[in-house]
């Protein structure tokens, strides 16, 4: 059973400048997610199909006082890019178990949630794995169960559409080790540096986004 790619997280220091990237090169508009009490930080959200997305994300301007680490240097880099992505299993606490078993280690799943523009709390689990502090870009995902909350993809306007991902990485041999293990729907190539490398089809054409 394959590990779907859920959403993508493209990265970037202030919200609206980081929708205002991706609806220019896309011709898509985003939808307003919510906060993330937690971590600090808010998003937007554009649809790549019925259950994938991008997450856009940056510090929360409401949390000035926010004092934690917010997850994938979110605030911390020069230029808005695609940081991480998340692939998608049901029954995420026996996944974690059955990679194991196969020699990859992924963090015991966890709980969290979002307050919606609208008010609403929406929760999902989340297991990580961890990878080297020198890698800026996170290839590998992480992994998300909504449960029964409905897919972020479905609250959003369509016309765009994820075609492939791509991930280079100077490791490109034990990363895709993993991601057979992991079972994701990717192709892993060599590169100088871990880079995330998105196709997609909008009414643009195809664009790339990295």
Known sequence: MPSPTDHLVFATTDLKDGIAQIEELLSVPAVMGGRHPDMGTCNAHVALGPECYIEIIAPDPEQ??????????????????????????????????????????????????????????????LSFQPESD????????????????????????????????????????????????????TNVCPGALPKIIAHIRCPRGEVVLC
Not at 65 to 91: C, E, M, Q, S
Not at 98 to 118: A, K
Not at 154 to 168: F, I, N, W, Y
């Open 64 to 125: 000035p006082d926010y004092r934690g680490v917010r997850p994938f240097g979110i605030g911390h880099h020069k230029t808005a890019r695609l940081v991480a992505w998340a692939a998608r299993r049901n029954n995420l606490s026996q996944f974690v178990q059955s990679v194991r078993t196969s020699g990859v280690h992924l963090g015991e799943p966890f709980s969290m949630s979002r307050i919606t523009q609208e008010g609403e709390t929406i929760s999902w689990e």
């Open 134 to 185: 020198q890698d800026d870009i996170h290839v590998l995902p992480f992994f998300i169960d909504w449960g029964s909350t409905a897919h972020p993809a479905s609250r959003c306007k369509k016309g765009a559409t994820l075609l492939m991902l791509e991930l280079e990485h100077p490791e490109s041999e034990k990363i895709a080790r993993t991601a057979e293990v992991l079972e994701l729907e």
